[in-house]
């Protein structure tokens, strides 16, 4: 059958279509008057016995996947359409860092509701003293890591009366300030720079990525003939960064974080600590405190 010929030469030349995507296309592109649904089906399964002979066998298990990868790397058989390589293996680790909104006041609040963690609600959102210091947890985020600890003792040292405000100080330490706590300094804090920090590429990327499959479980051929295609794509940013490109950002943000760097460089001669944090919550809060 030319429907289902022309299905199997499509099949291998676009690895990440949906199968029921190539056959709409070949229908819209050719009238076939005795297609019926069964033959449907028997053309989507056709796409995938047909893609799985250009595959190697497939991983079953995580050992497998592992081996897999690991002499691929060794081999160096997987090139990107400039012909480089395109697995590499970190010998030192990752770096992860999270978005710089991460520790804002409304994320804070938000995840110590969450834990039944009774702030006034009022105390927050009036110029109050409470507001105040609660404020001054998203300046932490403008510290350098090793600074965290001592600003989270004066924190403490400041904290407004209450029960509920020393539940939200115990859940801020072991959530984000301790040494062993589950997201500590060193991947939310920073030192004020020009340099973005948000995960808003590596989202759209993910967003991006899982739009390609249609299995909530891709094997991992599938998935790397989608991350070389993407990785093409990479290429053209990469050569728009060479000429001098730039991505738009807004005045406002570029404004922002001028104001947090001066701050930064004014906390070591005209501003206490307090007043450097508080001054970067208010900045992190698009808020003014008078």
């Known amino acids: 059958m030319d429907f289902k010929n022309s299905l199997k030469r499509k099949a291998t030349e676009d690895f990440s279509a949906r199968p029921m995507k190539l056959a709409r296309q070949e229908l819209s592109r050719v009238e076939y008057t005795e ?10 399964r056709c796409v995938y016995r047909e893609r799985h002979k250009s595959w190697p066998k497939i991983p079953q298990n995580q050992e497998e996947l592992n081996e897999f990868l690991k002499r691929a790397f060794e081999e160096k058989s997987i090139k990107t359409s400039r012909g480089e390589l395109f697995l590499y293996r970190s010998e030192k680790g990752l770096s992860m860092f999270t978005c710089e909104s991460n520790l804002s006041p409304p994320f804070c ?4 509701s969450e834990r ?6 009022e105390s927050y959102r009036n110029k109050s003293p409470e507001r105040k210091w609660l404020l ?14 001592e600003a989270v003792q004066r924190l403490e040292s400041v904290m407004p009366a209450g029960e509920d405000y020393k539940t939200f100080l115990d859940y801020v330490k072991k959530t984000y300030t ?5 997201f500590p300094p060193d991947v939310w804090a920073s030192v004020p720079s020009m ?4 995960t808003n590429g590596a989202e759209s990327f993910h967003t991006d990525f899982n739009a390609q499959f249609n299995a909530a479980h891709p094997n991992i051929f599938a998935s790397i003939s989608v991350l070389l295609e993407i990785q093409a794509q990479t290429y053209v940013k990469i050569n728009s960064l060479r000429v001098g490109e730039k991505n738009y950002v807004e005045p ?3 404004e922002m974080k001028k104001k947090r760097i001066q701050a930064w460089n004014e906390m070591f001669s005209d501003r206490s600590l307090l007043s450097y944090l508080l001054y970067m919550g208010s900045l992190n809060a698009a808020m003014e405190i008078k």
């Open 136 to 149: 001054m947890f998203s300046g932490l985020s403008c510290l350098d890591p090793r600074m965290v600890q």
């Open 116 to 121: 039944a963690y009774a702030i006034d609600l």
């Open 178 to 182: 301790s040494p062993d706590a589950k």
């Open 195 to 198: 340099e973005p920090a948000t």
């Open 252 to 254: 406002k943000r570029i």
């Open 35 to 44: 297609i019926c649904a069964s033959d449907l089906t028997l053309a989507r």
């Open 109 to 112: 609040f938000e995840k110590a």
